[in-house]
């Protein structure tokens, strides 16, 4: 089951740096999609979410871009901090009631002082 | 802030042993998930419930797991007979009419 792919298992950035963090998806149902972050031994934390009726959505620091052409969505954090230090999931639903989630494998971000 | 509380954090079991994981969603909310992730792996979709039912289930989510929602608060997922490959983290989630699903902290369920 590979509906959700992040490509990328690790990106390093300096701090006050944009952090670009992809994801690709294979299942054209999916109409809604979120960003969540985690640290070991947490549960995921919500972070930001966007709609197939959109191509963007921001939230202070963050911004998710959605390319349905391209099956496409990115992260991008500006400016990077040292706290955004964790591993970023991808995720997708369909909108269809239950709205079960698939997440991709993750990308670790560092942050670098 | 609200928040999704599981417990135990950790839990140790026997194979073939049950065991019983607890959740308390958020008090507003309507949709309730488990998923688990097994170590290396991506996070899993197990079972979704609403209005007392299951909505939605995985083909992980077989005739050794069931969920229940007993009172108001608690939402618990039940393994009849544990299996080494059973090991894992297992998140609860909750989410109101706006799909958004708030994660609690996971109980790590390990298997001897």
């Known amino acids: 089951d590979q509906q959700v792919k992040q490509n990328s298992p690790s990106l390093s950035v300096q701090e006050g740096r944009i952090s670009i963090l992809n994801c690709d998806y294979t299942n054209s149902m999916f109409d809604y999609f979120l960003w969540y972050k985690k640290y070991p031994a947490e549960g995921p934390t919500f972070l930001i979410s966007i709609s197939s009726i959109k191509d963007k959505n921001e939230d202070g620091r963050f911004t998710v871009f959605l390319n349905k052409s391209a099956k496409h969505l990115s992260l991008h954090i500006v400016p990077s901090q040292p706290g955004d230090s964790a591993v970023y999931f991808c995720?997708?639903?369909?909108?269809?009631?239950?709205?079960?989630?698939?997440f991709g494998t993750g990308t670790r971000l560092t942050v670098i002082p | 802030e609200p928040e999704v509380t599981q417990t135990p954090s950790h839990q140790v079991t026997q194979m073939g042993q049950e065991v019983i994981l607890r959740c308390v969603p958020i008090?507003?909310?309507?949709?309730f998930y488990w998923y688990r992730q097994i170590l290396g792996q991506k996070v899993e979709f197990l079972v979704s419930f609403y209005n007392n039912e299951i909505s939605e289930k995985s083909e992980i989510f077989d005739d050794q797991f069931s969920v229940e929602r007993p009172d108001g608060s608690n939402f618990t997922l039940k393994i009849r007979s544990t299996k080494l490959e059973d090991s894992a983290m297992y998140f609860c989630?909750?989410?109101?009419?706006?799909?958004?699903?708030?994660f609690g902290p996971g109980t790590r369920l390990t298997v001897l």
């Open positions: 989630a909750s989410s109101d009419y706006t799909d958004t699903q708030y």
């Open positions: 008090s507003n909310h309507l949709y």
């Open positions: 995720a997708a639903s369909e909108l269809t009631g239950a709205n079960n989630l698939f």
